[in-house]
């Protein structure tokens, strides 16, 4: 996935570890309706239009985005695929889930969720949604950076796990690793393009969790020690990525991080 570059030792191993560990549907915890993959990054609804219902295997960092490819649409439905957040270990619950998260999971508490907007809903179409800071849920289309804010509410002061509702005219989503995606497309721009602050280095970061690229490895940290805040979008950055072996064979010192073939991050 690259190499994470850090301001420092304090911000440690542990929220990488959290933040980096594979992010998956839950296998166990899922509405009668589901059928998972051996990966359990696909999910199909068997039958009528509700049970549709699964989390994410492990709770999710605030900005850290949730993305999914809508993979099959069932057209005699109508309604789509919804999303939210909630702060209950789903391993917590106990019994069969209701057979919808809005508004049944929602009111049971400890879960805000709601439908994406219906222009956002189409096969193969790339939905992503993350909660920021304040406990407000965005959501974009297709990698594409400008958002749309679609609910408030959540509470960050808990561990957060995502909740998808395959509802509707959603038939089967996939659960999908946007770096990754965006390491892919972007390393190859940012290896033929100079840093657009400096002008003279080559680009080679990625600002995380909104992807955008086009900045060399210095300028990358003097914005991640300052302001904090993408100079493209103003979200605020949690790391900076190595996105090319470019940026390793500048001699970046050891504590940035090193290629992901071996050493851990730091």
């Known amino acids: 996935m690259g190499a994470c570059l850090s301001p420092s030792d304090d911000e440690s191993d542990g929220f990488l570890e959290a933040s980096y560990s594979p ?3 839950h296998p166990h915890v899922k509405g009668s309706q589901i059928f998972m993959d051996e990966s359990c990054c696909t999910v199909s609804r068997m039958d009528t239009f509700h049970d549709g219902i699964v989390f994410s295997n492990r709770p999710v960092e605030p900005y850290e985005k949730v993305t999914l490819k809508i993979l099959q649409e069932d057209q005699k439905w109508k309604g789509g695929l919804r999303v939210g957040f909630t702060w209950k270990n789903p391993c917590l619950r106990f019994g069969p889930l209701p057979p919808f998260v809005c508004p049944n999971l929602v009111i049971q508490g400890k879960t805000c969720a709601c439908v994406i907007p219906d222009e956002y809903i189409g096969q193969d179409n790339i939905i992503s949604f993350w909660v920021d800071g304040q406990g407000c849920v965005f959501c974009s289309i297709n990698l594409e950076a400008e958002r749309s804010f679609l609910f408030k509410g959540v509470s960050v002061e808990s561990p957060l796990w995502a909740v998808v509702d395959v509802y509707g005219r959603t038939k089967a989503v ?17 290896t033929a393009e100079d840093c657009m602050v400096c002008c003279e280095s080559r680009a080679s970061t990625m600002m995380f969790p909104c992807c955008h690229t086009g900045f060399c490895s210095s300028c990358s940290l003097k914005i991640f020690r300052t302001s ?39």
Do not use: Y
């Open 174 to 190: 996939q659960l999908l690793d946007p770096p990754t995606l965006d390491l892919q497309a972007g390393a190859e721009e940012s």
């Open 23 to 25: 992010l998956f549907f």
């Open 228 to 266: 904090a805040r993408c100079p493209l979008c103003r979200e605020k950055v949690k790391k900076i990525l190595q996105i090319s072996t470019l940026a390793e064979s500048e001699g970046l010192p050891s504590w940035l991080g090193r290629s992901e073939s071996g050493s851990s991050l730091r």
